[in-house]
């Protein structure tokens, strides 16, 4: 029954990526407070269902990530409950997740939303989570459960539809997003999405990545500091957790025009960190990350089989 569940669900998912109108996955913002502010959009969760359990999961959409992954202090208690999940656990062909090997979930059956997924590999990121008790398993409440990295994209284009809160995941791009939209070539090197950008007088590469939501821009001090200025004040100060690790992000204006393609992006601040980036953007030729703030208002695609990057030229 499972093999001809999954080749029904394959065939379906064959025809929505080949149909003419795009299946919608609808997402939601995450919305913390960081000291004393509070931000409405922190993260992007998208509702998920595994293999057919009555719970309410969401994962965190992250092409920062490079690995889609399941929390293994979260998604234990749910092993005793699902068989066909368990039965799926690799424990010889290993996933890396932040420097270490982890199982690895192999042919998993879900739904993003209501659109329906088979043969899904996602790490099991042992460790990681919080751990849930009995009664917080049974309860109605809605768990994280993971993240949805780049390799759940891979040869496949992901459009990003911003104001409308929702995702499309197809074949090729639709003929109605071909128009009104600023296309760049971009790189996928080992799962990590680089875009290039001119930042004043010079060329240089940014990771695209939905995780973080709350920079437009963030690098190192020295890059900041090249594009700000070193007697430019502090304008902003975070303290920010990044896959519990914390650390303090610092905000100055940024002095120079920053363009993607032949558009020229909003006014923003630059944020630099104190932690051993410098090491990481020299070596492979990175100069910072953007993530959804530049986005909010726009609508982007990534054509990761062609590697293009496109933005709606509705960006304000």
């Known amino acids: 029954m499972k093999k001809t569940g999954c080749a029904l ?25 960081i000291g004393a502010k509070y931000f409405d959009k922190t993260a992007i969760d998208i509702p998920i269902q595994i293999e057919n359990m009555p719970y309410k999961f969401v994962a965190q959409f992250d092409l920062g990530a490079t690995s889609s992954m399941l929390y293994g202090n979260e998604i234990t208690p749910y092993l ?23 199982p690895t979930f192999k042919g998993v059956k879900l739904k993003l939303g209501n659109v329906p997924f088979c043969k899904i590999d996602f790490g099991f990121y042992t460790g990681y989570g919080d751990s849930l008790t009995a009664d917080s398993v049974k309860s109605n409440t809605v768990k994280e459960i993971g993240t949805i990295g780049s390799d759940f994209f891979k040869d496949k284009v992901l459009i990003i539809d911003y104001p409308n809160q929702q995702i499309c995941i197809a074949d090729a791009i639709p003929k109605e997003f071909v128009s009104g939209f600023n296309f760049i070539d971009l790189k996928f090197v080992d799962g990590v999405i680089l ?18 939501s709350l920079f437009a821009l963030s690098t190192n001090e020295k890059n900041a500091n090249e594009i700000s200025g070193e007697n430019e004040t502090i304008a902003d100060s975070l303290k920010i957790s990044s896959w519990g690790k914390e650390y303090y992000a610092y905000g100055k204006k940024v002095n120079e025009e920053v363009k993607i393609g032949n558009m020229v992006m909003p006014k923003a601040l630059v944020y630099y960190d104190k932690r051993e980036w ?26 990761f089989k062609t590697q293009k990057f496109g933005v709606s030229n509705s960006l304000k």
Not at 9 to 33: A, R, T
């Open 80 to 102: 005793a409950v699902c068989k066909e999940l368990k039965d799926e656990i690799d424990t010889f062909f290993k996933t890396w997740i932040d420097s270490k090997p982890c």
């Open 278 to 303: 410098n090491y990481f953007f020299v070596s492979h030729d990175i100069w910072g990350i953007t993530g959804n703030a530049y986005f909010w208002n726009s609508t982007v695609i990534i054509d």
């Open 195 to 212: 875009i290039p950008v001119q930042i004043g007088n010079k060329k240089e590469n940014l990771i695209f990545d939905t995780g973080s």
């Open 9 to 33: 669900l394959f065939s379906l998912l064959v025809l929505i990526g080949h149909s003419q109108e795009p299946h919608w996955i609808k997402f939601n913002w995450v919305g913390d407070s």
